[in-house]
């Protein structure tokens, strides 16, 4: 099964700040990758998919990038909303694997 | 509106089995792929299974393969996970989800856009 590894596994920032979140493919899997936004208690919410498309409804802080192996998903200006748990989906090939997922806190 | 809403959940001792369901309203069922994906206490996310809108293909995740199957019935718009031989690390709140799909130039992507709330399997004697 290709492996999806997440970076950082958490991290604090403050409002305003641009983050970014690195998703790295054991092999390559072309655009065939997503990310999801998860709140506590919550079911998961699609942001991207194929790597940079955003989803209808999504803010446009959003955005996501790579290709290959490597990937990001950076917020251009976090927001107090913005406060969750991000996870990378490869689609490349079965199984679908997800990433370990990205905690994000608001300072 | 899109409403997925599980059911089927509960506790059972390991070796035991349980059958998921998710009702789903809100859209046309038999053109989509679904899929269920699972989420253990305090941990991340796994995609467990999926099964194409006839229900001719049907893929699972390594961890479940040979124990769990998918299935659905278009007739009823229903999704169904048959779960057996259960493990404690089997322990998750199971999801249903919808896959809108995407694909361009000869290439599809999974686009999960639609979740239930979730049913909690506890795996424990």
């Known amino acids: 099964a290709i492996q999806m590894t997440q970076s950082p596994s958490s991290l604090s920032a403050s409002v305003g700040d641009r983050v970014t979140i690195t998703c790295r493919a054991s092999q390559g899997i072309r655009k065939d990758l997503g990310w999801y936004q998860q709140k506590p208690g919550k079911a998961p919410k699609l942001l991207i998919y194929?790597?940079?498309s955003l989803q209808t409804g999504v803010p446009s802080r959003f955005s996501g990038s790579g290709s290959g192996t490597d990937f990001s998903l950076t917020v251009s200006s976090l927001q107090p909303e913005d406060s969750a748990t991000y996870y990378c989906?490869?689609?490349?090939?079965?199984?679908?694997?997800f990433g370990g997922g990205t905690k994000v806190e608001i300072k | 509106e899109v409403q997925l809403v599980e059911s089927g959940g509960g506790l059972v001792q390991p070796g035991g089995s349980l059958r998921l369901s998710c009702a789903a309203s809100g859209f046309t069922f038999r053109t989509y792929w679904m899929n269920w994906v699972r989420q253990a206490p305090g941990k991340g996310l796994e995609w467990v299974a999926n099964?194409?809108?006839?229900?001719?293909?049907?893929y699972y995740g390594d961890s479940v393969k040979g124990r769990f199957t998918i299935s659905r019935d278009n007739a009823k718009n229903s999704l169904y996970l048959q779960m057996n031989s259960l493990r404690g690390e089997d322990t998750a709140v199971y999801y249903c989800?919808?896959?809108?799909?995407?694909?361009?130039?000869?290439?599809?992507?999974?686009?999960?856009?639609?979740w239930g709330q979730g049913t909690l399997v506890t795996v424990s004697s």
């Open positions: 989906l490869q689609d490349f090939d079965y199984p679908v694997t």
């Open positions: 989800v919808r896959d809108e799909g995407y694909c361009t130039g000869g290439v599809c992507y999974l686009l999960f856009d639609y």
């Open positions: 194929a790597a940079s």
């Open positions: 099964i194409k809108q006839d229900g001719s293909e049907k």
